[in-house]
């Protein structure tokens, strides 16, 4: 079955420091992959997303992932960390091809962000 | 400005009692989507609809009815069959269907039941 998976489910980093947020994921080919941020009672904000091409994606608020098949992952990174960038974030995929539309989020990691 | 807009923001209802949640795009998008979070559990799909007057059920319809009536227009009625209601509900929207089309949340609904 595809599935999007986010191994951590609290991260707790300082201010200035670097941000590394996990994503693996199930899908017999590529999938479309997203990361998305939610901040508390707040609906989602799309951060970036990989389609194919460039494995390195660079997205909004200094984020980028990269996309790497032999891990199955799509890790989201940041290189200095902001009070402002405490929220959930949600990795999600959908199947590249075929036309059962189906968008898989993963759990969620709640980022905390220590002054 | 565009966008998608929820209401209202939080919703109480009796048990046994039915509501609907209202949820309005000016994004001349044709898809649309209900999902349903619970803490925890990340986003589940409860309906979707690729156009007017067509609508599909996800992987958590049981309890839930959606109409299509309009393009902008993409309510979400929470029934008294409904289990465990409470929960927070984002509506969302793409251009279509298709995978390459990003969806955009509204800001959500919070729904609680007494």
């Known amino acids: 079955a595809q599935s999007v998976t986010q191994p951590d489910i609290h991260i707790t980093v300082s201010e200035g420091a670097s941000l590394e947020l996990r994503c693996n994921y199930s899908y017999g080919a590529t999938p479309y992959l997203f990361w998305y941020v939610q901040s508390p009672g707040q609906g989602l904000q799309l951060l970036l997303k990989y389609f194919s091409g460039d494995t390195l994606v660079q997205g909004i608020k200094g984020f980028e992932a990269e996309f790497k098949r032999s891990q199955s992952s799509f890790n989201l990174r940041k290189p200095s960390v902001h009070w402002s960038d405490a929220a959930e974030y949600f990795c999600a995929g959908e199947n590249s091809g075929g036309s059962n539309y189906k968008l898989t989020f993963g759990k969620g990691t709640l980022l905390t962000v220590n002054p | 400005d565009g966008g998608i807009t929820q209401s209202p923001k939080y919703l109480f209802r009796k048990e046994g009692q039915n509501v609907t949640l209202s949820c309005e795009q000016n994004?001349?998008?044709?898809?649309m989507y209900w999902y349903r979070q619970d803490p925890g559990q990340g986003l589940r799909l409860i309906y979707y609809s690729q156009i007017v007057n067509d609508f599909q059920k996800g992987d958590i319809a049981e309890g839930y009815s959606v109409s299509r009536e309009k393009k902008e227009s993409f309510p979400l009625t929470v029934t008294s069959a409904q289990k465990n209601p409470t929960a927070f509900y984002l509506c969302a929207s793409s251009s279509s269907l298709a995978g390459a089309d990003t969806q955009y949340f509204g800001p959500g609904t919070r729904l609680t039941v007494l």
């Open positions: 994004l001349n998008h044709d898809a």
